[in-house]
């Protein structure tokens, strides 16, 4: 299995040519080792320096402005896990940029994948790997235009039903 890390997958974020769609199924991403220190930060209640999403904010402006789409949803337990209300909490900035972000609880995307993938221009789908820590360890090119067409199903069924970030409540 071949899986796309580093440039190779920041590679996809400039390829794509009208939309990209994520959908995310983890309560936690804390082994992508860049969310670590800024996590810890919110959970003391420190200042956070926002430096560390400046490149993903800035590319997701110039894609907006460029006309191409990005969005995702967010599958969550509810109640939210410290790193859900982390991200919640960041989603506004995300959305300023261009980005558009729903939520959907657990309990009512039980026939969605258990995994996260992203699928560019309806054409390009993308597994995504992670370990039992976290920890990203790349993205699977899918090439079957069978699995390409159910995923490219199962991201209108999940975006559906998926309630705005601005209305979705934590629990």
């Known amino acids: 299995m071949t899986l796309l ?15 990209a769609f994520r959908l995310e199924v983890r309560d936690s991403y804390l082994g992508v080792g860049y969310e670590q220190e800024p996590f810890r930060k919110w959970q003391a209640g420190e200042p956070e320096d926002m430096e560390w999403r400046r490149d993903w904010l800035d590319g997701i402006r110039r894609r907006s402005a460029e006309g191409r789409t990005m969005s995702r949803v967010r599958i969550v337990s509810l109640p939210a896990t410290d790193y859900v209300r982390f991200s919640y909490r960041n989603c506004a900035d995300n959305i300023a940029a261009g980005e558009d972000i729903r939520y959907l609880a657990r309990d009512d995307a ?21 370990n039992d820590v976290n920890e990203f360890l790349g993205a699977e090119p899918v090439d079957n235009p069978g699995a390409v067409a159910d995923h490219v199903r199962l991201g209108d069924e999940a975006w559906s039903r998926a309630t705005r970030y601005q209305d979705f409540k934590l629990s």
């Open 110 to 130: 039980a026939d969605l994948p258990p995994y996260d993938f992203w699928l560019f221009d309806s054409t390009r789908l993308f597994r995504m790997h992670f």
């Open 5 to 19: 890390l580093g440039a190779d997958f920041s590679a996809l974020f400039d390829t794509y040519e009208h939309t």
